[in-house]
Nanobody
Framework: VQLQASGGGLVQPGGSLTLSCAAS????????TGWFRQAAGKEHEFVAS????????YYAESVKGRFTISRDNAKNTVYLQMNSLKPEDTAVYYC?????????????????????WGQGTQVTVSS
């Protein structure tokens, strides 16, 4: 599975951005796709994940109510709609796919469960 993330950029606080993650290769082998982010000098942080079969979604507490993850099965693409952006959302955002069965938030939030990673896309929230 190859993943291509796009959509990052510079946005003012309170603004919105939509990230896209397009899958190719063997996209149907993915069980779920998630977004992680890494701010400068920090560890990877789980942001959101969506299960391809049931469409179940999981969010980090820090983004609940502001971010929405969705999928387009026909396009093998996952989106991350980010609203009410804050400076602390500034980071490189990565999409990742896991191929094994996963159950519960503890699994979806664990970066080590994900087998494939795309390149990052920079999101900068600044005035």
């Amino acid at each position: 599975v190859q993943l291509q993330a796009s959509g990052g950029g510079l946005v003012q606080p309170g603004g919105s951005l939509t990230l896209s993650c397009a899958a190719s290769g063997r996209p149907n082998s993915a069980y779920a796709t998630g977004w992680f982010r890494q701010a400068a000098g920090k560890e990877h942080e789980f942001v959101a994940s969506i299960n391809w079969r049931g469409g179940y979604t999981y969010y980090a507490e820090s983004v609940k109510g502001r971010f929405t993850i969705s999928r387009d099965n026909a396009k093998n693409t996952v989106y991350l709609q980010m609203n009410s952006l804050k400076p602390e959302d500034t980071a490189v955002y990565y999409c990742a796919a896991l191929t094994a069965y996963c159950s519960g938030s503890g699994c979806y939030e664990n970066r080590y469960e994900y087998d494939y990673w795309g390149q990052g896309t920079q999101v900068t929230v600044s005035s």
